[in-house]
């Protein structure tokens, strides 16, 4: 009998057990969201009493968009603005581009201009330090004999910014070209002339380098990448570099210290530092054409939120180029495995030597052009429009006129080499 209480108490002791346990794991687990959500609150009501506008840095990917639409909204012709999907890592690959441990997907920010049917396909890639808005003086104009494309590449603009974890020039080139491929396949692309500037230039080529098939045409903008450091008379870089300064210079180059990151150290006195170079650069040292006061406001604004917002794309300068802005992968050494028809355009006076196009053009065995255009720097799109016009057009004249002879024929003012 006493046998029997004793196992039947134990059983009782047992099953209060459980349920104390049980309990106890509810209370923690409803312990646990609670906690979730009130720092979801806390974060929300952080959001709403501490407005962007009093953040260090006053920015978000939201202003990036807000000012993208402001600055496009002075164009006459519609597009379609959008994120487009190109999932978490190239499928197959070794090399992701973001090299990140997250599984969440990544958006490359895409404007598509609307366009005569029938009309050929222009992409346009933006280059270093800058977003597909760069471009906003040429939309209208290019948008009416083609099916104007421009993306900001990942790591830019408004598209996705993952944490850039590339170690070596290889991984850094697979990021853009891969995730460049990826934005493509998604889009349904073929067939397109693919146009790129100063260091987009340099993506273009190596993407028509390994998807020729897909390239009908490459236009290269004041193109980077073209010189290595062996192969220029770098006499003056060697000297510079034993000065103090140009010690200094190359420690910062190689730690990857990048203008953006000054930018951002200035927190509320970033957007000042910008419109003092944007003021400069486009209206009293402008090789062309000043912008005007509503442009360069909208512009100003524009390149402050791209430039401070989260650090990615950024961090391939030192990857790609050594100090002196050397490729170290140059376009010189596979210019002979070029596939892709090419044109070349320089400002006249763009700080890019137009020689590097002239010594790829010596190997090439495809149909290779070098125009220079009037009155233009390095963003001479922005300096010259209606010369960079002039210049893209000559270059598709296959593509946009059936029969027409005039379009054959160089436009005054621009100079082939």
């Not at 006499?235 to 730690?255: D, I, M, P, Q």
Request: charged letters at 20%.
């Amino acid at each position: 009998m006493n046998s029997s209480r004793f196992a039947s108490r134990l059983r009782m002791a047992e099953e209060i057990s459980k349920k104390v346990g049980s309990s106890s794991t509810a209370s923690v687990a409803d312990s646990s969201a609670a906690t979730s959500a009130a720092t979801n609150a806390a974060k929300s009501r952080w959001k709403i009493l501490w407005p962007n506008s009093l953040r260090w840095i006053p920015t978000s990917t939201d202003y990036i968009i807000a000012a993208e639409k402001r600055l496009l909204s002075i164009l006459k012709t519609p597009y379609v603005q959008e994120q487009v999907n190109i999932g978490s890592g190239p499928p197959g690959s070794k090399i992701r581009w973001f090299r990140s441990t997250s599984n969440e997907s990544r958006y490359i920010n895409t404007v598509t201009f609307d366009a005569k049917e029938g009309a050929p396909t222009l992409v346009m890639v933006h280059g270093y330090g800058a977003s597909q808005g760069f471009f906003f003086r040429n939309f209208d104009a290019l948008a009416s004999r083609f099916r104007v494309i421009a993306i900001d590449q990942l790591g830019w603009g408004g598209s996705s910014r993952p944490d850039f974890t590339c170690r070596s020039t290889e991984e850094t080139e697979a990021w853009f070209i891969d995730s460049f491929e990826e934005w493509r396949k998604t889009q349904n692309l073929s067939n397109f002339i693919l146009l790129g500037h100063s260091f987009g230039g340099y993506v273009a080529a190596k993407y028509a380098l390994k998807h020729p098939e897909h390239v009908q045409h490459l236009i290269l903008v004041g193109s980077a990448g073209f010189s290595a450091e062996a192969d220029a008379k770098s006499e003056w870089l060697t000297k510079f570099r034993a000065t103090w300064k140009g010690a200094v210079l190359n420690h910062l180059w190689e730690s990857n210290f990048t203008p953006q990151k000054l930018i951002r150290g200035l927190g509320p006195w970033g957007p000042g530092l910008v419109n003092r170079y944007t003021t400069a650069r486009f209206g009293a040292h402008s090789e062309g054409t000043v912008l005007t006061e509503e442009e360069a406001k909208l512009l100003t604004d524009y390149v402050y939120h791209t430039l401070a917002a989260k650090a990615s794309g950024e961090l391939c300068l030192k990857y790609i180029f050594s100090f002196g802005a050397f490729a170290r992968k140059p376009l010189l050494q596979s210019a002979s495995e070029w596939k892709v028809p090419t044109t070349f355009i320089y400002g006249m006076n763009d700080w890019m030597n137009y020689q590097g196009a002239v010594e790829a053009r010596k190997s090439m065995k495809v149909p290779c052009e070098i125009i220079r255009v009037p009155q233009g720097g390095h963003f001479v799109f922005i300096d010259n429009p209606s010369g960079f016009h002039s210049a893209v057009l000559y270059a598709c004249r296959k593509f946009i006129s059936q029969d027409s002879s005039h379009d054959q024929q160089l436009p005054d003012g621009l100079r082939l080499v």
